[in-house]
């Protein structure tokens, strides 16, 4: 996606995805993901920091978006990860 449209493209998916399964995205329900969901829990404890969590989640997928990863979701569960420290 080029870099003109990718912010606007990232903020339509962000507000406009009906189901992330369908759409390719990773879910940031915290269904799959515990740490997630507790990170949401304290989020949502005020108003201030609720209004975090949009904004977190475009920052991650506009960064996937940029960098052109799509981490380790859309591997094959046969398909192996190398990993250089």
């Known amino acids: 996606m080029p870099g003109v449209h990718f912010p606007g493209a990232t903020l339509e998916t962000l ?4 189901d992330p399964g369908l759409d ?3 879910d940031y329900s915290g269904q799959t ?3 997630l969901k507790r990170r ?3 989020l949502s ?4 920091t609720v209004a975090k969590i949009p904004n ?3 920052t991650d997928l506009a960064a996937n978006a ?6 380790l979701a859309g591997m094959a ?3 192996r990860v190398l990993v250089t420290v």
Not at 15 to 18: E, I, K, L, N
Not at 45 to 48: E, K, V
Request: net charge positive.
């Open 66 to 71: 940029v960098v052109g990863t799509k981490g």
């Open 40 to 42: 949401w829990k304290d």
């Open 15 to 18: 507000y406009y995805s009906v």
């Open 24 to 26: 390719g995205l990773p």
């Open 77 to 79: 569960p046969n398909q």
């Open 56 to 58: 977190l989640i475009w």
């Open 45 to 48: 404890r005020s108003a201030d």
């Open 33 to 35: 993901n515990l740490a």
